[in-house]
């Protein structure tokens, strides 16, 4: 008897799986984004802030961009095994993605603060603002108009780096399609639609931030 | 909570297999980026013209390369040119992935250089009766290169941080070959942290090298 793979074609009932991906990859870019936006802001202030923190963070920035997401994945995953402690794979994701982003975001918030020219913050002060009403009324929102185009960038930079979450078992977009291709072999159709996914979320908003940029400027 | 004992020695038996591996990394890395800048050089040229044919080559060319993760890219690469009878190895889809990618992004980062040098240079070296040619050669393509040269830096960083992709199709560099290794053992922790920092000392020797390079070029 000649032994056969087992094969179905695709059916409709594989579309809820599909589906469920593109939410996975949604949600998880959407919960990263804002948790890493947040650790972002934080670190920024305190990177331009503290010489001390400057410092320190430096070696962390450092590191965190110069190891594959892969790899802090992998590394994640492992130290919480070795704690004993089984996570769910989306948490690792968001461990991992908005740490990331935070890192990123740091730099952008950093490179804000520092484009607020330091006169601007002199008057403030000496209209009687203290350095938190200054940081919040005045340094605040200038550095937000600079680096939000940027922001923006990040967040598609987010999106796409999520693709890498199904190393540690997340079922995202990009895996459930891989799972359906090894099942029914219809690879260009498949991929097909998953980059198109991929495509009409990113290009849009790529779009968006680079006329902003154009405008603010 | 930390019941664990690290057991190191199994690494160090397995690190000439790692160091093949990041053999291939470097490879792989450098053969995109050489593909990639030469594709690049042409797609920002065409992408200056604004109209026709070779701008929207060129314009699709690179917002599919910016706009689908690189991962998909390498899936397309090893999956799906296997509809049209092309059956790539794992090296083939992630540097034919790889190359497609840097084009994209370089070709960006070309433009925008091309675009910082004031067209009256060009014009004034046509007008000294500069070949088209060599008026890109000595007057335009050398402003270019010291604009674009940290931008190149970093993507050929970020090149060598993606390479580690192609371990999702079976590749054996750095990340698949400690992939491999550490499948005897499963100590996932141990053969990952070395991996990690060989990772990190291949970016640094990069960074180094660049900031050295850009001294002795430009240090006037």
Not at chain 2, 23 to 50: C, D, F, N, W, Y
Not at chain 2, 142 to 153: T, W
Not at chain 2, 183 to 203: D, G, H, P, Q
């Amino acid at each position: 008897m000649k032994f056969q793979l087992p094969y179905s074609g695709l059916q409709w009932s594989d579309l809820p799986f599909l589906l469920t991906g593109i939410f996975h990859t949604i949600l998880l870019t959407v919960v990263a984004a804002a948790i890493g936006t947040v650790i972002g802001i934080i670190l920024g202030w305190l990177r331009e802030s503290s010489v001390v923190a400057r410092y320190i963070l430096a070696i962390y920035v450092d590191m965190t961009r110069s190891v594959p997401l892969i790899i802090q994945f992998i590394l994640v995953n492992s130290v919480f095994s070795l704690a004993g402690l089984a996570l769910d794979p989306f948490v690792v994701g968001v461990i991992v993605l908005s740490l990331y982003m935070g890192v990123l975001t740091s730099e952008l918030v950093r490179s804000g603060l520092q484009s607020v020219r330091p006169e601007l913050k002199k008057a403030s002060r000496s209209l009687g603002m203290n350095y938190w009403q200054e940081l919040f009324h005045v340094s605040g929102p200038l550095a937000l108009r600079t680096s939000f185009p940027s922001w923006v960038g990040t967040v598609i930079a987010l999106a796409k780096d999520t693709s890498l979450v199904g190393v540690v078992g997340y079922v995202d977009i990009l895996r459930a399609t891989q799972i359906l291709i090894n099942r029914t072999n219809e690879a260009l159709l498949m991929l097909g639609v998953t980059g198109l996914f991929y495509f009409l979320i990113c290009y849009p908003i790529s779009l968006y931030s680079r006329r902003l940029e154009r405008t603010l400027q | 909570m930390f019941g664990y004992t690290f057991f190191w020695s199994l690494v160090w038996d397995k690190l000439p297999e790692l160091l093949e591996g990041a053999k291939l990394t470097l490879e792989i890395t450098i053969l995109s980026m050489i593909v990639g800048t030469t594709i690049a050089l042409p797609l920002a040229l065409m992408r200056r013209q604004a109209t026709g044919p070779g701008y929207r080559f060129a314009t699709a060319w690179v917002e599919l390369a910016r706009n689908t993760p690189a991962l998909f890219q390498i899936y397309m690469g090893y999956f799906g040119l296997g509809a049209f009878g092309l059956q790539l190895s794992s090296f083939l889809a992630t540097f034919i992935a790889l190359s497609f990618n840097n084009a994209g992004y370089l070709a960006e980062t070309f433009r925008g250089g091309l675009n910082a040098v004031p067209p009256q240079q060009f014009s004034a070296a046509r007008s000294l009766g500069m070949s088209s040619l060599r008026a890109y050669m000595h007057v335009v393509f050398p402003q270019v290169f010291r604009i674009v040269f940290f931008p190149y830096v970093n993507q050929l960083n970020w090149a060598l941080l993606n390479s580690s992709l192609g371990s999702i199709v079976g590749l054996r560099e750095l990340t698949g070959a400690t992939q491999a290794a550490q499948s005897e053992s499963f100590r996932t922790f141990e053969f990952f942290i070395v991996t990690a920092a060989i990772y990190y000392l291949m970016a640094k020797v990069v960074e180094i090298s660049a900031r050295l390079t850009f001294w002795r070029l430009f240090r006037s």
